[in-house]
């Protein structure tokens, strides 16, 4: 019997999980939800209802998995853990340093309704950091870097477009080259978080709204632009519509150690992305770990997991024997 998946929210996120679910051989998608009024959200998938977001509970015994497709700013630090307490669910929060507090929101109502919730979901937080787990212990005497980008961030776009006066937003990531090829030639540099990249934000006001106060809540928002060297370009929607409409990204991981008696062997590991599309890229990987989600509920498990939990072979489709045979 196919994994019957929930998409709560239809925006770039849920179009993203939908793609990837038709892709998936044992999944099928039960239901989209949304706050928008259903008979103007147009999905993809035949046959599939379209139900608004205040119907949700009433799905909890036809859903298997419900991924929630939320912004990270205010979404899904109220609706995950609303979520957990009557479903199996997954979500793609992102704000590295409220992480701790989500996981123990999240926990607490997975654990008291016998679910599984798995949060931060993606590939930063998510696939970089598997990798920079790996690396650490493979490599114990070294240092870490991340570099994102240049790309667009879905968290930091999402923010700017919810300050009041913004119309609409991009907001892109950029590597400080002289400080990428640092850490790629072993020199292991210190680098703060303002060294290592640049922000620069591409915004549509509302008619009326005053550019400098938006500018300023931009650059002094905590977690997103107050630690880096941030660029805000206002810009009119033909434009914004002509030359920012693209979803790329991607970024780097690198651990940089040293093994021998006397630490005389240095090594590099370096992880890359480069996406096309940051929102289907990063629905892939959520979808993979909701069949992951629904492994753990099936036995018996409850609480809230992170990527760092969860056994990479319960991310797959293929069986055990399958993966040892082509994988291992």
Not at 89 to 100: E, L, V
Not at 107 to 122: E, L, P, Q
């Amino acid at each position: 019997m196919a994994i019957r998946i929930g998409i709560n929210g239809y925006g770039n996120l849920g179009r993203g999980v939908e793609l990837a679910v038709k892709e998936a051989p044992d999944m099928e998608l039960a239901a989209v939800f949304t706050r928008r009024d259903p008979s103007r959200v147009s999905i993809l998938t035949e046959g599939v209802p379209v139900v608004p977001a205040e119907e949700l509970l009433s799905w909890k015994d036809r859903i298997d998995v419900l991924i929630l497709c939320g912004g990270s700013a205010t979404d899904l630090p109220r609706q995950t853990p609303e979520c957990a307490a009557s479903f199996t669910c997954i979500d793609s929060f992102d704000t590295h340093a409220r992480i701790p507090e989500h996981f123990r929101a999240v926990d607490a109502a997975a654990k008291a309704a016998g679910k599984v919730a798995v949060i931060s979901v993606g590939w930063d937080p998510g696939m970089f950091s598997l990798n920079r787990v790996y690396a650490n212990a493979i490599l114990p005497d070294g240092k870490d870097y991340t570099f994102w980008g240049k790309g667009v961030s879905q968290g930091h776009s999402d923010a700017v477009r919810r300050i009041k006066g913004v119309k609409n937003a991009k907001q892109y990531t950029i590597p400080v080259e002289e400080a990428l090829e640092k850490v790629r030639s072993g020199q292991n540099p210190e680098l703060s978080t303002r060294q290592k990249h640049l922000r620069e934000c591409f915004v549509v006001l509302e008619e009326g709204a005053d550019p400098a106060a938006v500018e300023k809540e931009i650059k002094e928002m905590p977690n997103y632009f107050a630690d880096y060297d941030t660029t805000v370009n206002f810009i009119s929607d033909e434009e914004f519509q002509r030359d920012h409409s693209g979803m790329a990204h991607g970024g780097f991981v690198f651990r940089s150690g040293k093994t021998g008696v006397n630490k005389e062997h240095s090594h590099i590991i370096e992880y890359s992305l480069k996406l096309d599309s940051n929102p289907e890229f990063t629905t892939s990987v959520l979808t993979a770990f909701a069949r992951a989600a629904f492994r753990l509920q099936k036995e018996g498990k409850s609480g809230c997991f992170t990527v760092l939990d969860i056994p990479p072979a319960y991310l797959s489709v293929q069986s055990g024997e399958e993966l040892r045979a082509h994988l291992l």
